[in-house]
T-cell receptor
């Protein structure tokens, strides 16, 4: 089954701990994105990467970090500095640089901080 | 700052009736606008883009720059159209990078 995958589906974390969410794609896409979704709100952009070894902050990057060491992978770390990390996290990818191309979404990871 | 609003959280229509999902945006430049859809137990996926000027599954959307709107329309709703619909805007962010902003979404329920 190809496409974009996220793991785990559900994640629980104690306050004060960092946690890393996985995102992998086998679509040969250059660009990858991380979004956060809260109830009643649209998706908000956390980070995006247009190419390997390059990434840019989105609207709500504070408390998050990313890396893009391989084209296929774009992991997101939710650090203890993120004040309200409980949310649904979506990863996406697209062929081209920028945002005008179709984005393909993963199934999401629901993070709960206990 | 860019913003996308979708005034209706829930929209219910009967099968065969016309449907219009409203989307308004605020952006100082020329935005790229999209409609994404999420059917039950499926992933979020692109429905259509204004730049393509296409009709997908009978849906169309016209960009009205004067009213800063990008409403999604279908003349005859089908039960399989029931889903969550998100309007989205692509443009330059406040930090001069790119940004992609989603609206809060409208849940469309098509009743038999």
């Amino acid at each position: 089954d190809g496409g974009i995958t996220q793991s785990p589906k559900y994640l629980f974390r104690k306050e004060g701990q960092n946690v890393t969410l996985s995102c992998e794609q086998n679509l040969n896409h250059d660009a990858m994105y991380w979004y956060r979704q809260d109830p009643g709100q649209g998706l908000r952009l956390i980070y995006y990467s247009q190419i390997v070894n390059d990434f840019q902050k989105g609207d709500i990057a504070e408390g998050y970090s990313v890396s893009r060491e391989k084209k296929e992978s774009f992991p997101l770390t939710v650090t203890s500095a993120q004040k309200n990390p409980t949310a649904f996290y979506l990863c996406a990818s697209s062929y081209y640089l920028g945002f005008t191309d179709t984005q393909y979404f993963g199934p999401g990871t629901r993070l709960t901080v206990l | 700052a860019q913003r996308v609003t979708q005034p209706e959280k829930l929209l219910s229509v009967f099968k065969g009736a016309p449907v219009e999902l409203k989307c308004n945006y605020s952006y100082s430049g020329s935005p790229e606008l999209f409609w994404y859809v999420q059917y039950s137990r499926q992933r979020l996926q692109l429905l259509l883009r204004h730049i393509s000027r296409e009709s997908i599954k009978g849906f169309t959307a016209d960009l009205n720059k004067g009213e800063t709107s990008f409403h999604l329309k279908k003349p005859f709703a089908q039960e399989e159209d029931s889903a969550m619909y998100y309007c989205a805007l692509s443009g330059h962010g406040d930090n001069y990078g790119q940004n992609f902003v989603f609206g809060p979404g409208t849940r469309l329920s098509v009743l038999p």
